[in-house]
C-alpha cells in the first residue's frame, strides 16, 4: 500500500510508451509512484496500426499490442494509474502541487510525458464536421470508411502510413500535400506509390471542409497555379502534425519556439525536480523506440535527485 493517498514521491503525467517505461523504471527502485492521463493508457502509439521500426518484433506489431504489454509490465510494481487531465503545475514546497477539474497531487519530482496532439487544419468546416466525416485517427475511424472514399491530408509518415491503411478499406484515397515532395520515409513512399487506389494531389492546400451534417467535399487550392478544385470524398483524415502539451509548464520549465519542453542530457527542464520525456521534448526524432528511452533516462534522473535530497 502507498500509505498518503495525495502524496508520491513521483508523479508521471502521460501513459504512452515514455511514461509507461518511466513508471517501470521508478517502480521497480521502489518509489510511490503515480501515472497520471486524461485517457487511457497507452498513447498514440496504441491507434497506431502497424510498428515495424520497435526491436524484437521482427514482422512488426500492432500499436494496441505493443502499448498492451507495455501497461501490463509499467503496472507489475507498485505504480498506480489515474485518469484525469493535469492543467496546472506549480512549485511548492515539498515539490509540485498538480492539479486539474477533478482531482490534485503532491509530489517531490514529476517526469512529463504528456506527449502531442494533432495539429488543426483551422479552416472553415473543420470543427463542425469533427466526428461527422473529419477525423485525426485512421485506424479508430478508418473502418466506416469500407467502400467510399476519402482524402488524407499531408505529407508526413502520419499521414502515408494513414492512407497506406485507408487503402486496404476505401476504394479511393487522396493524399492532399501543400508540396511536391513527401516528407514521409522513403520505405513508406515506395508503398504509396505502389498502391493502385492511392493518389497523391501536389502542391495542394484544403482551404474549406464542405458538408451539411457529414462531410461531402473538400475544397483545394494549387498554390503553382491557384486552380480551385472541390474532391468529393467521404471522409477527411487530417495528419498535419502535433502540438506539444505543454500548456500546464508555460512559467515553469524552459520551452522552446514551438512549444516543446527544452531538456539536457539527462532530461532535466530548467526546472529542478521536473523532468521531460518522449514527444513532448525538444528533440531530433519522435519515435516509440526514442520515447521509451527518454523514459529510461528521465527516471533515472528523478531517482538521482530523489536521492541527493534524502
Ligand atoms: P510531420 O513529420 O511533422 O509531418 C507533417 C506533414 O504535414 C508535413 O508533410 C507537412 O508539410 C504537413 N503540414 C504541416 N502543416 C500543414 C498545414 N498547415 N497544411 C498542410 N500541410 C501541413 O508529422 P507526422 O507525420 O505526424 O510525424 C511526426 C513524427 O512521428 C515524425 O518524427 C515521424 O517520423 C514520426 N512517425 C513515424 C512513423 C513511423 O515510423 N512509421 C509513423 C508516424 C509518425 P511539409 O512536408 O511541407 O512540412
Not at 257 to 268: A, Q
Amino acid at each position: 500500500m502507498l500509505g498518503d493517498n495525495t502524496r508520491r514521491d513521483i508523479v508521471i503525467v502521460g501513459a504512452g510508451p515514455a511514461g509507461l517505461t518511466a513508471a517501470m523504471y521508478c517502480s521497480r527502485m521502489g518509489r510511490r509512484v503515480l501515472v497520471v492521463d486524461k485517457a487511457a493508457a497507452g498513447g498514440k502509439a496504441a491507434s497506431t496500426d502497424l510498428i515495424e521500426n520497435y526491436p524484437g518484433f521482427p514482422q512488426g506489431i500492432t500499436g494496441a499490442d505493443l502499448m498492451q504489454r507495455m501497461r501490463d509490465q509499467a503496472f507489475r510494481w507498485d505504480a498506480e494509474f489515474q485518469n484525469w487531465e493535469v492543467t496546472n503545475v506549480r512549485q511548492v514546497p515539498e515539490g509540485f502541487r498538480l492539479s486539474g477539474k477533478t482531482s490534485a497531487m503532491t509530489c517531490r519530482a514529476v517526469i512529463w510525458c504528456a506527449g502531442t496532439r494533432e495539429r488543426r487544419l483551422g479552416v472553415r468546416g473543420e470543427e463542425r464536421l469533427t466526428g461527422r466525416g473529419v477525423s485525426y485517427c485512421a485506424t479508430c475511424d478508418g473502418p466506416l470508411y469500407r467502400g467510399r472514399r476519402v482524402a488524407v491530408i499531408g505529407g508526413g509518415d502520419s499521414a502515408i502510413a494513414g492512407a497506406l491503411f485507408l487503402s486496404r478499406l476505401a476504394t479511393k484515397v487522396w493524399v492532399v500535400h501543400r508540396r511536391q515532395q513527401l516528407r514521409a520515409t522513403k520505405v513508406l513512399q515506395e508503398r504509396a506509390r505502389q498502391c493502385d487506389n492511392l493518389e497523391i494531389v501536389w502542391n495542394s492546400v484544403v482551404t474549406e471542409i464542405v458538408g451539411e451534417d457529414r462531410v461531402r467535399a473538400i475544397a483545394l487550392k494549387n498554390l503553382e497555379t491557384g486552380h480551385s478544385q472541390l474532391l468529393e470524398v467521404d471522409g477527411v483524415f487530417v495528419y498535419i502534425g502535433s502540438v506539444p502539451n505543454t500548456e500546464p509548464l508555460r512559467g515553469v520549465a524552459r520551452l522552446d519556439e514551438g512549444g516543446y519542453v527544452v531538456t539536457n542530457e539527462t532530461l532535466e527542464t530548467s526546472c529542478p525536480g521536473l523532468f521531460a520525456a518522449g514527444d513532448v521534448r525538444r528533440t531530433p526524432l519522435r519515435q516509440v523506440v526514442t520515447a521509451v528511452g527518454d523514459g529510461a533516462i528521465a527516471a533515472m534522473s528523478a531517482e538521482h535527485f530523489l536521492a541527493s535530497q534524502e
